[in-house]
């Protein structure tokens, strides 16, 4: 029979396995829960408005795509050009204000809901129904798999660049960093970069990529792609060159009260 020092050691020596496999197992979980406490937070300090204009653009673009507004062996240039600048007016508000990993976040967030519509008018469009004939808006609804597929990943690519290029250029200026020259130059040149790649990305997965496999060999080539994303590019710029104002006015208005001060302690390790 074991002794009372014996059980004594024995349970330490449990006790101690127990507290090494908890350590072992924790990396991946902690830093979940981590990501999860954070954009808790960020959700509850982010002001509803922008994040659900945010939301209903990317949803918008999606469907608006579906009507090609001007096309040349060139120039290509759908109805999401009409709500994309207010996808990246959002982000530059968002980077400008909780930084580059808040604007990613709430990026994946809007992708996620705008998946999740798509699935809603996909079912949709499959119910039959004998009320009238809806075979055009069974169409739209429906959509098409490898177009919502690069749309989504030439989103959160260019998103991704987008946010973390515009908080690059934002820290050149360190005299004035919250003027309106600072925010113009990071607006400006990030969303013209980020729509251009949100662009090529999406022309080269479609066009290159599947249009040759499922549209009777229809395609693009490269160079056709590259030029198309450039001008659409630029007509997106003009956009944000004339909206952006009204951004900077979101940005100082958040400042001057203070807005989101829980997740901006939160990422600065308590110091607001």
């Not at 809603?120 to 004998?130: E, G, K, L, R, V």
């Not at 973390?164 to 960093?177: C, E």
């Not at 060999?217 to 490269?222: D, Q, Y």
């Amino acid at each position: 029979m074991l002794d009372k020092t014996a059980f004594f050691y024995l349970e330490v020596i449990m006790n101690n396995k127990h507290i090494g496999n908890a350590k072992k197992s924790s990396p991946f979980k902690e830093w979940i829960k981590k990501e999860r406490e954070e954009t808790t937070i960020l959700l509850r300090c982010i002001p509803a408005t922008v994040v659900s204009l945010f939301v209903v653009s990317v949803i918008c673009m999606n469907l608006l795509a579906n009507k090609t507004l001007l096309l040349t062996n060139y120039i290509a240039l759908d109805g999401g050009i009409l709500v994309s600048w207010l996808s990246f007016m959002c982000m530059d508000i968002i980077t400008k204000y909780f930084g580059p990993k808040a604007s990613n976040k709430i990026a994946v967030l809007a992708s996620a809901i705008n998946l999740l519509t798509c699935v809603i008018f996909y079912i949709a469009s499959i119910i039959p129904s004998n009320a009238n004939d809806y075979t055009a808006l069974n169409e739209i609804l429906g959509g098409t798999w490898f177009i919502l597929l690069g749309s989504t990943i030439a989103f959160l690519v260019s998103a991704v660049i987008n946010n973390f290029l515009n908080w690059t250029i934002g820290m050149a200026f360190h005299k004035n960093p919250d003027g309106k020259l600072a925010f113009a130059a990071r607006t400006y040149i990030s969303t013209f970069i980020g729509q251009f790649l949100d662009n090529l990305i999406f022309s080269i997965i479609v066009f290159v990529g599947f249009a040759p496999v499922f549209w009777d060999g229809f395609h693009w080539t490269v160079l056709q792609c590259t030029v198309c994303a450039l001008t659409g590019a630029v007509a997106e710029l003009i956009m944000e060159i004339l909206f952006s104002p009204f951004g900077y006015r979101i940005v100082t208005k958040w400042k001057q009260h203070n807005v989101g001060q829980e997740y901006l302690a939160h990422i600065n390790g308590g110091r607001q």
